[in-house]
């Protein structure tokens, strides 16, 4: 009964009702052009594309995609390219002086690093635009089929290409502006749920198969993921609290007055970003083997091929634990945030402004990201764990890595913007005690 009461006090609210509805109507445009392939291409030609695209790198573009990517769409890129610039981005602005002189102009700053961005967003899609078409040109010809070629069509392809990716990153500005939640976040995580009911179709027809485990076996496998969900949630939310009292004014030494006020500085700061870098890094040997004639006879890239294998996912989980610390230390400043708070009358009890501060923020972050790096870890690996314990590959993706923590990172925030749209105007919250906790920093699933 709550639950359909929590329904109609959304439906109540106007501006929340016209968000939602603006929301749905953008996701739905973007789900329909994932299914346009591009001008030229025999969609009964992309069987090989789709084989492909079932592991690897290849196979977390596709997911990010929704499908877009096996099924040769105009969405192909989707918003991948932009998500790596904005990271290029996030990294020159630690070690190149005129992006950090930008950063401190606030919003007149902001406005042209996203310019900035968008360039070079339009530069990796062309990059990656022909390289997409060139390897589905080959894809298509080992198939046995005739592939278009041509300069022509390279030229009018990788434009469309790079226009359809543009639209995606529109629709994902207007559903910030004008819908619900983080856009960019959104439609990542609708490319990764509309995986989704196929995974649990072919998983159901797995363990029914004679000598499977059957409805024990599924019973299992949904208790298990409602674990692992549950314990990624806590991971997402997961925060040290930092006391920060502010002074209104200062007579001498001694401060008076002013509001205590928390500094949340987060388990897992980094969020998926240590694994889609592990990731790219474990499967660099892969590609590069392909050029090589005896590279298939390696032992070492034997092993990290094996994605179920105990070095392939040894050498993944500490790959992670690395790419923690570094992320972390490149995106969490403790002498900046110390000298804001100083700058701005503030201190934590009992630390003394400057170095100190500095010293106690950096002493907090190294002893929560070692525990958040670890879980990052497991929660990455357990995808391999399912499959070896006989879940459907498919299915087994959503046991963990990237795929579970973006979705229960964007489904918390989106749940957390709600709330806040009905406990504004009145309404009862979405949870009978407490409140919706986000992932206390950026809604940007990346």
Do not use: C
């Amino acid at each position: 009964m709550r639950f359909i009461e929590t329904i109609k006090n959304i439906w109540a609210v106007e501006e929340l009702r016209q968000r939602i509805l603006i929301t749905l109507l953008f996701v739905i445009i973007y789900r329909l052009g994932t299914y346009i392939v591009i001008p030229g291409i025999d969609p009964q030609t992309l069987k090989a594309l789709e084989g492909q695209t079932e592991s690897g790198l290849l196979a977390l573009m596709d997911m990010f995609s929704g499908g877009a990517f096996s099924n040769a769409s105009i969405f192909a890129l989707g918003i991948m390219p932009y998500i790596s610039a904005s990271i290029v981005m996030q990294l020159a602005a630690i070690v190149w002086p005129p992006m950090q002189k930008l950063q401190r102009e606030g919003e007149s700053g902001r406005m042209k690093i996203d310019q900035w961005t968008r360039y070079l967003t339009v530069v990796l899609l062309i990059v990656q635009a022909m390289a997409f078409l060139k390897n589905l040109q080959a894809q298509i010809a080992q198939a046995g089929y005739e592939a278009p070629s041509g300069i022509g069509f390279m030229v009018f392809a990788t434009i469309l290409m790079a226009a359809g990716s543009m639209f995606v990153l529109w629709l994902g500005e207007r559903i910030t502006d004008k819908g619900l939640g983080n856009g960019v976040s959104i439609i990542i995580m609708v490319g990764i749920i509309s995986r989704l009911p196929q995974a649990i179709i072919a998983e159901f027809t797995h363990q029914m198969q004679p000598g499977k485990g059957g409805l024990i076996a599924l019973f299992a496998e949904a208790l298990v993921l409602l674990l692992v969900v549950a314990g990624t949630i806590l991971l997402v939310q997961g925060a040290r609290r930092v006391p920060v009292q502010y002074a209104k004014r200062v007579v001498g030494n001694k401060q008076y007055g002013g509001a205590r006020q928390y500094i949340p500085l987060k388990v897992n700061s980094a969020n998926v970003m240590p694994i889609i870098f592990a990731q790219a890094i474990i499967m660099l040997p892969i590609m590069l083997g392909g050029y090589f004639a005896n590279a298939q006879e390696s032992p070492i890239l034997a092993a990290m091929s094996d994605i179920t294998g105990f070095w392939y996912n040894f050498t993944f989980a500490l790959l992670i634990l690395i790419f923690t610390y570094f992320y972390t230390a490149i995106t969490i400043n403790p002498h900046q945030m110390a000298e804001d708070l100083k700058r701005n009358n503030g201190f934590i009890p009992g630390i003394k402004p400057g170095k100190a501060t500095e010293k106690f923020i950096n002493t907090i972050m190294e002893r929560i990201t070692l525990p958040g790096a670890i879980f990052l870890a497991v929660v990455a690996i357990l995808p391999a764990f399912a499959q070896i314990m006989g879940v459907n590959q498919a299915f087994a993706q959503f046991f963990g890595g990237t795929s579970l923590i973006i979705l229960v990172g964007v489904v918390l925030d989106t749940l957390q913007q709600i709330e806040s749209h009905l406990l504004n105007r009145h309404y009862d919250g979405l949870l009978k005690t407490g409140r919706i906790k986000g992932r206390s920093g950026s809604v940007s699933a990346y």
